[in-house]
């Protein structure tokens, strides 16, 4: 599937063949979608995928609970048994502009880059979704990408006991004093050999 049919550019086509734009209004958003981009040891996204959520209404807005992303992100973050993804970031892409201002936003592609509709978020938190065109609605969106973790295995060393060379079957023990090999013993004198020395 290509790009152009991954993504739903109907909304384009709806303006260009509307010759009235202005008689659109706002309306709240009713859910939103929210892409999982992962990305492999190499930066490499290699899988998408995608699931709604129903935006609570809070205050006359629309919000995506913080909560309802984390547990999102959390549910997502270890699809494979062995395989660990970490957050790298956040991004909600909104488009809320005014019906006057259609025509210009499609005739004007240099004003589209200026405005960025993007917004990293450097700390997840509720997202609130204004009111919107509803030709809007399918395209404003939050994106998820996750980051495959590079796993590091630790050697393990083994653990020498200093008090006994071998070890014995015998498991009741009080007290274990164990050190590595590569561990060095400082020699001190206790206190009674201290006091004696004066």
């Not at 929210?34 to 995608?50: D, G, R, V």
């Not at 502009?97 to 499609?106: G, L, N, W």
């Not at 979704?129 to 404003?140: D, G, Q, R, W």
Request: proline share 5%.
């Amino acid at each position: 599937m290509s790009l152009e049919e991954e993504l739903d550019l109907s909304w384009l086509d709806a303006i260009n063949n509307t010759e009235a734009p202005t008689k659109y209004f706002k309306t709240d958003m009713e859910d939103i979608t929210i892409f999982f981009i992962y990305l492999n040891k190499s930066s490499t996204i290699f899988k998408i995928e995608k699931e709604k959520h129903v935006l609570e209404k809070v205050d006359k807005k629309r919000v995506l609970k913080k909560e309802v992303l984390i547990k999102a992100i959390q549910k997502r973050r270890n699809p494979e048994p062995k395989i660990r993804y970490k957050l790298r970031e956040v991004l909600v892409y909104s488009i809320n502009i005014d019906p006057a201002e259609i025509p210009e936003y499609v005739k004007n592609p240099n004003k589209n880059e200026e405005e960025n509709h993007i917004t990293p978020m450097e700390i997840i938190e509720d997202i609130v979704f204004s009111e919107c065109l509803p030709i809007f609605h399918k395209v404003n969106n939050c994106f998820v990408i996750l980051e495959e973790m590079v796993l590091v295995l630790s050697e393990k060393k083994t653990l020498v006991s200093i008090l006994k060379k071998e070890p014995t079957k015998d498991i009741k023990r009080t007290k274990k004093v164990r050190i590595s090999p590569d561990t060095v013993i400082k020699e001190s004198k206790s206190k009674t050999e201290k006091a004696r020395d004066k």
